[in-house]
């Protein structure tokens, strides 16, 4: 961060990434140094290799290539189906050297849920890991499939597309440029397509910089998956545009596993979910005496203070909770940079980041609530400088649910406290989406699935207290007529919704009722449901 301070350094930021000449493969690559390491690539095994500037700035021009003979344009969506690799951010590159849009899928979703998320949009290619190619059957759409390993008789192989001669020069496609398209969980009906513009690199910068702290000697690790918009944003893309190296391991979460690689590569920087350092903690496994790290941050779901104490015991640093959504990035933390930190109350979420003019508006009124009374997260769009959503792609209904009328407040859905110092403790979610280890799982998804059985009348779906994961879905369902509720259709609906929707999201536990309560109008009241657990 410059000398100056936070404002010079978000006019900066915004002179960079909001421009009509901003081109993202240029912002995010090609202007680094050639030799500087980008990512340190990390296999199961903890061998490692390192991958330069250079190297992805060589091998993402000649993929661009590859895409544009497959009919890829500025504008186009591309999405990937894909584990964290050296490929991916390849395909990441590749795709916005065209000016094209990134669509990412997460590895857990089953077919109808990428179905949903290519089928509306037109996406032209999907790029996919040889061992998820099997998901994309029956899927349809005049799409292409681009796969890692060995193709399917109809797929273009990865590899083929790194032999064409470099795309030459990146597509500026302006700050206004959709840069990714990355869907909401889908808490009122079918998740929604938010559109990132290449200007919010600024404001994910500005996190990156100030609430994480991430400095250009630090070994830093955010342990999110990509296919969400925390690992999306901040563990490929902003350290990226501030030229900064990160880890990148290709095998999801053990403990042993983590615990190794935080000692081995002396991480000194690392980020991850509440979910990741309750697992590390209730593990068994000693903390690795020479991990020391500088930072701890979490993000994803409110952070509980015995995971504080836990690592400001064990790991001499405590964990500081920071706040956002996919609509806005980050923009409330307990932040690290000494420009901004300040004292952390215990259970809090932080303040503001600059940039961004957060408030807690009144239940019935769009009047700022008094200290300490809980009301309404809202962001004050005037006010935001760094604000940068304005809706979602093709729903204008839930656009304008989002938005109060005269366009000045944009509501998160979200409850909390602000304090007369303007620090944030996170209440509840007024829109009913259940936060399991760090993923929003929206009712509607789980519920859609479980109603497609025959044997099923109505369900719904609310999320239940759970000590490892911070909540698990639970759901209740109302038979139909003379079904027999026993614990095979139990486990029946279980395995529906893991292949129907998401393997993570299935209901750990499921309630048999006779009938589900609902306001006069006929909306079900979870709320009620959750009284009732």
């Not at 990865?158 to 500026?172: G, Y």
């Not at 993570?504 to 009732?532: C, M």
Request: net charge negative; hydrophobic share 40%; glycine share 10%.
């Amino acid at each position: 961060m410059p000398d100056g301070g936070t404002d010079q350094y978000l006019t900066e930021l915004l002179a960079t990434y909001d421009t009509p000449d901003a081109a993202s493969a240029r912002l995010l690559c090609e202007r680094h140094p050639a030799d500087a390491v980008a990512f340190t690539l990390i296999e199961p095994d903890l061998s490692s290799r390192d991958l330069t500037f250079g190297e992805l700035a060589e091998r993402s021009a000649r993929f661009a290539a590859g895409l544009a003979g497959l009919g890829v344009g500025p504008g186009d969506r591309v999405a990937t189906l894909m584990g964290k690799s050296a490929e991916l951010v390849v395909a990441l590159l590749g795709i916005w050297r065209l000016g094209a849009v990134h669509v990412p899928l997460f590895t857990a979703f089953a077919p109808p849920a990428i179905a949903l998320r290519t089928e509306t949009n037109g996406t032209k290619v999907i790029v996919v890991d040889a061992d998820q190619r099997a998901k994309l059957a029956g899927l349809s759409g005049g799409w292409r499939a681009v796969t890692t390993g060995e193709p399917a008789d109809t797929d273009v192989e990865f590899a083929s597309l790194l032999e064409h001669a470099p795309f030459a020069d990146p597509v500026a496609t302006g700050g206004d440029g959709t840069l990714i398209e990355l869907f909401t969980s889908g808490t009122t009906g079918s998740p929604k397509a938010v559109p990132i513009p290449v200007r919010a690199l600024a404001s994910l910068c500005m996190y990156q910089e100030l609430g994480l702290d991430h400095r250009p000697d630090d070994v830093f690790w955010n342990a999110a998956d990509p296919g969400w918009a925390y690992g999306l944003f901040y563990a490929l893309t902003t350290p990226m545009a501030l030229g900064r190296r990160a880890l990148l391991l290709r095998a999801g979460f053990d403990p042993a596993r983590t615990w190794a690689v935080l000692e081995r590569f002396g991480v000194t920087n690392f980020t991850a979910g509440p979910t990741v350092y309750r697992a590390l903690r209730n593990s068994g496994l000693p903390a690795p005496s020479g991990f020391r790290p500088r930072r701890l941050s979490s993000a994803g779901e409110p952070l509980t203070p015995d995971v504080v104490a836990w690592a400001r015991a064990e790991l001499g640093c405590p964990v500081r909770d920071h706040y956002g959504q996919t609509e806005l990035g980050m923009v409330v933390a307990s932040a690290w940079h000494p420009s901004v930190a300040g004292e952390v109350k215990p259970g809090s979420m932080g303040r503001e980041l600059p940039g961004f003019a957060v408030r807690v508006l009144r239940p019935d009124a769009d009047q700022e609530a008094a200290p300490g009374e809980r009301g309404r997260v809202a962001v004050d769009r005037p006010a935001s400088r760094l604000m940068w959503f304005d809706g979602y792609r093709d729903a204008p209904e839930h656009t304008a649910a989002r938005f109060s009328p005269d366009g000045r407040w944009y509501y998160t859905g979200d409850v909390a406290t602000r304090d007369a110092d303007g620090t944030f403790t996170f209440a509840s979610r007024d829109d009913d989406v259940i936060l399991m280890a760090g993923y929003r799982i929206g009712p509607f998804d789980v519920e859609s699935v479980l109603t497609e059985h025959p044997s099923v009348a109505e369900a719904a779906v609310i999320g239940a207290p759970d000590q490892l994961r911070g909540e698990v879905v639970v759901a209740y369902v109302v038979p139909r007529a003379g079904v027999t509720t026993d614990e095979s259709l139990v486990a029946e609906l279980q395995d529906r919704v893991k292949t129907g929707f998401a393997a993570h999201a299935y209901p750990r536990a499921i309630h048999f009722v006779e009938e589900l309560p609902k306001t006069p109008s006929g909306k079900i009241q979870r709320y009620l449901l959750r009284q009732r657990h």
